[in-house]
């Protein structure tokens, strides 16, 4: 099973920053089959990115996803106050097991 | 538009079974893979299980193979996660999502529901 860690555990940064979010495999990740989600509290997940850098329906391109192979990064350009929210990794295949990472908390300065 | 509402959970004690649901609409329920993903309390999300869009294939986690089951039931856009055998771990927010592809799916999940809270204990 591959594990996903994500780094720092907590980001404070103040609206109009740059956010940067890492999230790191275990174990190389074929086909770049990451995709980070956004949760707010008492919410569901959003699909953001999937395919390490492709961007999901409707989200804007204040986000965009890079990396490959075992390091993956999460970049929010300009930051806005709905972006404060807890982010999460995920590793997914053609086949499961899917694996998430423990989350970054993005928290207002 | 995609709409997922789960539904189904409470309070049981351990050891006792629980059904939940989520009813599908807005979307061809049936060309689409379906995923539960739970999340215990100030955890991170756990992917639980997935079946393939035409219920062929059955994936689960480690956790709880052996005591989940999931299944889908086409006249009723639904699906299912029957819980057997449940434990304290067991506690938490159980989600519905569909697969971003249809067919095959690859894993992505575009579409949540709400969630339903479980709680196991005595």
């Known amino acids: 099973e591959i594990v996903l860690t994500q780094s720092p555990g907590t980001l404070s940064l103040s609206l109009g920053e740059r956010a940067t979010l890492s999230c790191r495999a275990s174990q190389r990740i074929v086909s770049n089959y990451l995709a980070w989600y956004q949760q707010k509290p008492g919410q569901a997940p959003r699909l953001l990115i999937y395919g390490a850098s492709i961007r999901a329906t409707g989200i804007p391109d204040r986000f965009s996803g890079s990396g490959s192979g075992t390091d993956f990064t999460l970049t929010i350009s300009r930051l806005e106050p709905a972006d404060f929210a807890v982010y999460y990794c995920?590793?997914?295949?053609?086949?499961?097991?899917?694996?998430f990472g423990q989350g970054t908390n993005l928290e207002i300065k | 538009q995609v709409q997922l509402v789960e539904s189904g959970g409470g309070v049981v004690q351990p050891g006792m079974s629980l059904r939940l649901s989520c009813a599908a609409s807005?979307?061809?329920?049936?060309?689409?893979?379906m995923h539960w993903v739970r999340q215990a309390p100030g955890k991170r999300l756990e992917w639980v299980a997935t079946i393939s869009y035409d219920a062929s294939n059955k994936y689960f986690a480690d956790s709880v193979r052996g005591r989940f089951n999931i299944s889908r039931d086409y006249s009723k856009n639904t699906l299912f996660l029957q819980m057997n055998s449940l434990r304290g771990e067991d506690t938490a927010v159980y989600y519905c999502?569909?697969?971003?592809?249809?067919?095959?799916?690859?894993?992505?999940?575009?579409?949540w529901g709400q969630g339903t809270l479980v709680t196991v204990s005595s």
């Open positions: 995920q590793q997914y295949g053609s086949s499961p097991p899917y694996t």
């Open positions: 807005g979307f061809t329920f049936s060309s689409y893979p």
């Open positions: 999502a569909r697969d971003l592809a249809e067919a095959d799916g690859t894993g992505e999940m575009d579409h």
